[in-house]
Every structure is written in structure tokens, then in C-alpha cells.
């Protein structure tokens, strides 16, 4: 099946830096989103891309679906401690099945 | 509203012994329902997913299969736990072509 690179796998960042993760697939994949789990926790959607280039903002989160679709990046501005946790990037393909990434573990320091 | 159910939240089973992991979504039809696993630290994989009832597509070859008998009941079983098969447990539904959505999960320890 199809894999997707996700990096890093870790960031220590102060608060109030910016962050920044990414990941690339050798596939295509028609939709790109990004999750955030918390400890115990499911993954909780954050954002959803549809289109091929697409930049969309969510609060201090921004995310963009890269021009070959088959990449896909997350920006966190001025992070914050509640910011902590593990990011997955995922892609859906046409067989309607979605792939996730590695995911990055966040830390912030207060 | 959907929401999605998944139980236990914790489970610790002895190896060799027999596991059933449920999960129903409500407030919507024919979803795409998933089951993966997310070993300590790491990321998750896909273990199966189905489209409809009865049809369950297997992504990795292990000691695990799943079965949907209705159309928002997805199950998780093995007959014969291994330590290995420990890990977090997360079923998930969407409607193709959307994004999906988790349960809370399923601690699973075998000892």
C-alpha cells in the first residue's frame, strides 16, 4: 500500500515558536488531512484538504496540500503548551481507504 | 449528530486467551469503518477496513481478523492472543472521500 513520510518525529520547541511538519507519499492521494492525539486519546481532526495547492487556516494552524498531491504540510504559530501531542498526517486515496503518517511528537516548553 | 462508540477502553487478557474489540457508529449510513493499531510511540496502521457489510479488507497478515455483521458494527477478534497484539486499538469511520473520525480507543495488554 501506499506509505507516507511524515517528519520529524519529534520537536522540542519553546513556547511561542512556530512549528512546522510535513510529509510526502511516492503516491497520489485525492485528500489530505491532520490529526492531533492526545495521550489516551483517538486522533481529533484539525484540517481537511480537498484540492491540489489548497492553503486553509484553522486558528493558529495552517495546512496546505501540495501541488503533485503527493504532499502535505502543517504549520503551528506561536505554539502554546496545550499544543503538546502526537500530529499524523493521513491521505485518502480513491479506494476510500486513508493512510497516516508516523506522526510528529510535539513538546512545548513553557 | 454521528458518534462513534468503541469498548473496552482498557482490556488485560492472558496470551492464548480469545479477544473481541466492538465498535458501532451512529448517525449515519454506510460508513467506511476502519480498525487500526498504534504501537507504543509509534504511528498508526492500518489493520482493516471494510465498505459495506460482510466485505472486510485485511492490510497486514497477523493474528487478528474483524467482522462486520451490520452496517455501523465493526469487530475486532483474534482467537489466540499474542504479546505482541498489544498496543492501541482505534476504530474509525467516514463516508469516502471525507475526513474520519476516531473513537476514544482501546488499551489492549496481553500478559
Known amino acids: 500500500g501506499q506509505q507516507l513520510n511524515q517528519?520529524?518525529?519529534?520537536?522540542?520547541?519553546?513556547?511561542?515558536e512556530?512549528?512546522?511538519?510535513?510529509?510526502?507519499?511516492?503516491?497520489i492521494f485525492n485528500t489530505w488531512l491532520w490529526y492531533k492525539q492526545d495521550p489516551g486519546e483517538g486522533p481529533v481532526l484539525l484540517i481537511?484538504?480537498?484540492?491540489?495547492?489548497e492553503l486553509t487556516s484553522n486558528g493558529r494552524l495552517t495546512?496546505?496540500?501540495?501541488?503533485?498531491?503527493?504532499?502535505?504540510?502543517?504549520?503551528?504559530?506561536?505554539?502554546?503548551?496545550?499544543?503538546?501531542?502526537?500530529?499524523?498526517?493521513?491521505?485518502?486515496?480513491?479506494?476510500?481507504?486513508?493512510?497516516?503518517?508516523?506522526?510528529?511528537?510535539?513538546?512545548?516548553?513553557? | 449528530s454521528q458518534t462513534i462508540h468503541q469498548w473496552p477502553a482498557t482490556l488485560v487478557q492472558p496470551v492464548g486467551s480469545p479477544l473481541s474489540l466492538e465498535c458501532t457508529v451512529e448517525g449515519t449510513s454506510n460508513p467506511n469503518l476502519y480498525w487500526y493499531r498504534q504501537a507504543a510511540g509509534r504511528g498508526l496502521q492500518l489493520l482493516?477496513?471494510?465498505?459495506?457489510?460482510g466485505q472486510i479488507s485485511s492490510e497486514v497478515p497477523q493474528n487478528l481478523s474483524a467482522s462486520r455483521p451490520q452496517d455501523r458494527q465493526f469487530i475486532l477478534?483474534?482467537?489466540?492472543?499474542?504479546?505482541?497484539?498489544?498496543?492501541?486499538?482505534?476504530?474509525?469511520?467516514?463516508?469516502?472521500?471525507?475526513?474520519?473520525?476516531?473513537?476514544?480507543?482501546?488499551?489492549?495488554?496481553?500478559?
Open chain 1, 7 to 16: 517528519s520529524p518525529q519529534s520537536m522540542f520547541i519553546q513556547e511561542g
Open chain 2, 77 to 111: 477478534s483474534s482467537k489466540k492472543l499474542l504479546l505482541s497484539d498489544s498496543g492501541f486499538y482505534l476504530c474509525a469511520w467516514d463516508t469516502g472521500g471525507t475526513e474520519a473520525f476516531f473513537g476514544q480507543g482501546t488499551r489492549l495488554t496481553v500478559v
Open chain 1, 63 to 110: 495546512a496546505q496540500f501540495g501541488i503533485t498531491r503527493k504532499d502535505s504540510f502543517l504549520n503551528i504559530s506561536a505554539s502554546i503548551p496545550s499544543d503538546v501531542g502526537i500530529y499524523f498526517c493521513a491521505g485518502q486515496s480513491s479506494h476510500n481507504d486513508m493512510r497516516f503518517g508516523a506522526g510528529t511528537r510535539l513538546t512545548v516548553k513553557p
Open chain 1, 48 to 53: 481537511a484538504l480537498y484540492k491540489a495547492g
Open chain 1, 18 to 27: 512556530d512549528v512546522s511538519m510535513n510529509c510526502t507519499s511516492s503516491s
Open chain 2, 48 to 53: 482493516f477496513y471494510s465498505v459495506g457489510i
